[in-house]
């Protein structure tokens, strides 16, 4: 497995502008080398400001996105268009100026179209398996100062699901308390895995997850890419770790 590879920059939208600018490298290589180009986004401050300079990059100069589909790494159990849901924010960033084909943005179903949040779970299985074309290129994955990534929380019985690709989530400790994320099995498979945390308050973290902790301290330190795993960091969330090393100091 190969070391996690550290982008540290000095504010959350800098290091946001390197998410975009690594983007306007994978994806022509993808489509260069004919592989299928699935990429994961997250919610929260990060995985939105990531979407609004991938936007502003690409209306800058733009470049050919064509076969590119938009996954989510996970979804609050919320009607569609709710500010809360992760695709609002993402949406609200400016998803929809990039002009990608509709059909191949794939969104977890809300509570008005799924009469629970497992059968939310199973249809967004069923998405991936049947239009997912083999795996994600790239995951993004915000970290929470509590260590999860997604919606699979440390300590939480939904983070340790075996056997599937998605989990319908009860009682999430940060709300909304309904969520479904993909599995840690899922993440398994995933080419490049792409960490985006900035603040402070996730410096504990980022250095528990670099540091290889457990799965009741760490989910983000479950997570690694088959290809990369890149930290996408402010000076902030990186105060607790060796830049050279990446360990903690
Ligand atoms: O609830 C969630 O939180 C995390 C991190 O959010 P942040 O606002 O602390 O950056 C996010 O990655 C995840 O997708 C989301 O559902």
Redesign the pocket.
């Known amino acids: 497995m190969s070391s996690p590879e550290l982008v540290i920059r000095p504010d959350a939208d800098a290091a946001a502008r390197e998410v975009a600018a690594r983007l306007r490298q994978v994806i022509p290589a993808g489509r260069a080398a004919g592989r299928p180009l699935e990429v994961g986004l997250?919610?929260?401050?990060?995985?939105t400001a990531a979407v609004a300079a991938w936007v502003e990059d690409h209306q800058r100069d733009p470049y050919d996105l064509d076969g590119v589909a938009i996954w989510w790494?996970?979804e609050?159990f919320l009607p569609a268009g709710d500010p809360d849901r992760?695709d609002t924010q993402a949406d609200d960033a400016g998803l929809t100026r990039l002009g990608l084909d509709p059909a191949t943005v794939h969104r977890v179903l809300g509570p008005e179209s799924s009469p629970d949040v497992e059968s939310a779970a199973q249809d967004y299985a069923h998405q991936i398996r049947e239009h997912g074309r083999g795996g994600f290129e790239v995951l993004m994955?915000?970290?929470?100062?509590d260590g999860?990534?997604?919606?699979l929380f440390p300590g939480h019985p939904a983070q340790l699901t075996q056997d599937a690709i998605t989990v319908g989530v009860h009682g999430s400790p940060?709300p909304p308390p309904e969520?479904v994320s993909l599995t840690l099995e899922a993440m398994e498979r995933v080419v490049q895995v792409w960490f985006v945390v900035a603040g402070a308050d996730?410096a504990e973290a980022v250095r528990d997850a670099l540091a290889g902790a457990g799965p009741s301290t760490s989910t983000a330190a479950q997570v690694t890419g088959q290809r990369a795993t890149v930290w996408f960091l402010d000076e902030a969330a990186a105060s607790l770790i060796d830049p050279d090393g990446a360990t903690p100091v």
């Open positions: 997250t919610g929260g401050s990060m995985g790494g996970d609050r992760n994955l915000g970290v929470g100062p999860h990534v997604a919606s940060k969520r996730k």
